[in-house]
């Protein structure tokens, strides 16, 4: 379930897991929407896409898309108790969390970050944020299959850091926690 919400304000989006039953809430712009192209991202989304019901996020080429949001403009609205956290391995700084009423990926946090990074496979096809660059193509052997359509990066650019670091800023340089008690193992 996915869409503005009748009579709320035009710039919160509620957006949700597959079957519905976890939702989120995202109230502004992303600071940037991205598709990553690391071997972690990868990884995941492929060890994700096997739970039982779940549906692969990468697109065709095998990047993970996602808009990166400031973590205080994401609230989830139902479903808390439905989130999972899933990390490649136990020391993993980075950690997904997926909607276990239906498998679904819902975001990506990386350790210490102010951002939450949305997958967009959130949104339905027709307002979900179109992507303004690939990241970490350097991972790839072969980057001949990537479209043009978007700057394809070796890295994260200064603008991307520089994009994050406003946000951080604008923030306060706050870091709220986004609190997920149980733990997916896949």
């Not at 991205?34 to 192209?37: A, F, K, W």
């Given at each position: 379930m996915s869409g503005t919400e009748p009579g709320a304000n035009a710039a919160t989006t509620v957006i949700g897991c597959a079957?519905?039953?976890t939702r989120l809430e995202a109230s502004g712009a992303p600071i940037l929407v991205?598709?990553?192209?690391c071997d972690s991202c990868n990884a995941a989304a492929a060890r994700l896409a096997a739970l039982p019901g779940a549906r692969?996020?990468?697109t065709s080429y095998g990047a993970?898309?996602?808009a990166e949001y400031r973590k205080d403009r994401i609230r989830v609205v139902s479903g808390a108790?439905?989130?999972a956290e899933f990390r490649l391995s136990a020391d993993a700084g980075t950690r997904r969390v997926v909607a276990t009423c239906?498998?679904?990926p819902v975001f990506l946090e990386l350790k210490g970050a102010h951002w939450l990074s949305v997958?967009?496979?959130l949104w339905p096809q027709a307002t979900r944020p179109k992507a303004q660059m690939r990241t970490m193509t350097g991972d790839l052997a072969d980057t001949s299959q990537?479209?043009?359509d978007i700057p394809n990066l070796k890295s994260q650019s200064l603008s991307f850091y520089a994009k994050l670091l406003g946000a951080w800023i604008a923030m306060g340089l706050r870091n709220p926690k986004i609190e997920v008690k149980e733990k997916l193992d896949a």
């Open positions: 079957c519905g039953r991205s598709e990553c192209l692969d996020i990468r993970t898309p996602c108790e439905r989130l239906c498998n679904t997958y967009l496979h990537l479209p043009n």
